[in-house]
C-alpha cells in the first residue's frame, strides 16, 4: 500500500463528505426551523418544507455510498499511476483510505450536530415544550445526540471501509488488466 494515494483518496473524500454534511445540515437546519413554526397548525403538515427535511436524508443515503466507492476507486487510480497494482492492494487502500474518511467525516458530523441541536431547539422548540420540562429535555437531547454520534461515526467507518473495499477492488481489476497489457 503506498502512502501518498492513501492521503490524497481519504482527504479528498473526507472533503467531499464534509461538504455533504454542512449542506443537508444547514438545508436541514432552516428547513426545521421554518416547518416547526408550521406544526401548531395541522394544515400546513403537508408542506413541502416539511418533506425537505426526509429529502435531506436521502441525500445523504445516496451520496455517501457513491463517495465511499469512489474513494477506493480513487486510491487505486493514484497508485497505479505510480505502479502496478493488483486486487489485494486495491482493495485494501481504498478500504482504508474511505474507512479513515468515514471516521473523520462521522466525528465532524457528530460535532456539528452537538453544536447544532442545541440551537435548533432554542430556536424552535422552547416555546413549544412547558418551561418546567425545558432543561431536561435540551439536556437528555443533547446527551443522546452524543451518543449517537459516536455509534455514527463508529457504523460510518465500518460501512465506508466495505465499500470503499469494493471500490478498490473494482479500480484494481480495471488497471492491473491494464498494467499486463
Same mark, same amino acid.
Given at each position: 500500500?503506498?502512502?501518498?494515494? +492513501? $492521503? ?8 467531499? %463528505? &464534509? ?8 438545508? @436541514?437546519? $432552516? ?20 418533506? #425537505?427535511?426526509? #429529502?435531506?436524508?436521502?441525500? &445523504? ?5 457513491? /463517495? ?14 505510480? &505502479?502496478?497494482?493488483?486486487?489485494? *492492494? ?11 474518511? @468515514?471516521?473523520?467525516? #462521522?466525528? +465532524? !458530523? =457528530? ?8 440551537? /435548533? ?6 416555546? %413549544?415544550?412547558?418551561?418546567?420540562? *425545558? $432543561?431536561? $429535555?435540551?439536556? /437528555? *437531547? ?5 451518543? @449517537? !454520534? ?5 457504523? !460510518? ?9 469494493? =471500490? #478498490?477492488?473494482? &479500480? =484494481?481489476?480495471?488497471?492491473?488488466? %491494464?498494467?499486463?497489457?
Amino acid at each position: 500500500m503506498k502512502s501518498t494515494p +492513501f $492521503f490524497i483518496a481519504t482527504a479528498v473524500s473526507t472533503v467531499l %463528505q &464534509g461538504l455533504v454534511v454542512l449542506v443537508t445540515t444547514v438545508i @436541514g437546519y $432552516f428547513a426545521a426551523s421554518s416547518a416547526f413554526d408550521q406544526l401548531s397548525d395541522p394544515q400546513t403538515w403537508s408542506s413541502p418544507l416539511i418533506y #425537505g427535511l426526509g #429529502g435531506m436524508s436521502c441525500i &445523504g443515503c445516496l451520496a455517501f455510498p457513491i /463517495i465511499y466507492m469512489v474513494t477506493g476507486w480513487l486510491y487505486t487510480y493514484l497508485h497505479q499511476r505510480e &505502479g502496478t497494482i493488483s486486487l489485494e *492492494n486495491g482493495a485494501l487502500g481504498g478500504g482504508l483510505s474511505s474507512g479513515l474518511a @468515514g471516521l473523520i467525516t #462521522g466525528i +465532524f !458530523s =457528530g460535532l456539528v450536530s452537538i453544536v447544532l441541536t442545541p440551537l /435548533i431547539y432554542q430556536n424552535t422548540l422552547s416555546n %413549544q415544550i412547558p418551561p418546567d420540562l *425545558n $432543561f431536561p $429535555f435540551q439536556t /437528555i *437531547n443533547t446527551i443522546t445526540t452524543s451518543f @449517537g !454520534s459516536i455509534f455514527s461515526a463508529c457504523w !460510518s467507518a465500518v460501512l465506508a471501509g466495505g465499500l470503499g473495499a469494493i =471500490g #478498490g477492488l473494482i &479500480g =484494481g481489476a480495471i488497471y492491473s488488466k %491494464q498494467s499486463r497489457l
